[in-house]
Nanobody, 126 residues
Framework: QVQLVESGGGLVQAGGSLRLSCTAS????????MGWFRQAPRKEREFVAA????????YYAESMKGRLTISRDNAKNTAYLQMNSLKAEDTAVYYC???????????????????WGQGIQVTVSS
């Protein structure tokens, strides 16, 4: 079993930046991807970004491309999501997710992931 814990959320003014972290613990992470999703009030959970764990290849939601950087530290079993130029509409609960290594992608698909963090609130004030 893999546990995912997010950190780094909070309140930020529009135009500001935040860096979220997601650390995997428990059984050694052996999946292909770690991803970030978000869910705003009364909306469905949506894809934000993902990273291929071995190569560092990245995937971004088109709507947020240019404002995001996803990275990872394999030694720390941690993925990071740097978010810049934040807008009020970025306000949501952000979730980290990881697959179980049984299938390769697609990393943009919510149903692909086996493990989920508890979520962390990001609030952008306008």
């Amino acid at each position: 079993q893999v546990q995912l814990v997010e950190s780094g959320g909070g309140l930020v003014q529009a135009g500001g930046s935040l860096r979220l972290s997601c650390t995997a613990s428990g059984r050694s992470f052996s999946g292909f991807f770690m991803g970030w999703f978000r869910q705003a009030p009364r909306k469905e959970r949506e894809f934000v970004a993902a990273i291929r764990w071995s190569s560092g290849g990245t995937y971004y939601a088109e709507s947020m491309k240019g404002r995001l950087t996803i990275s990872r530290d394999n030694a720390k079993n941690t993925a990071y999501l740097q978010m810049n130029s934040l807008k009020a509409e970025d306000t949501a609960v952000y979730y980290c997710a990881a697959d179980d290594g049984m299938k390769y992608g697609p990393p943009q698909n919510l149903d692909y992931y086996h493990y989920w963090g508890q979520g962390i609130q990001v609030t952008v004030s306008s």
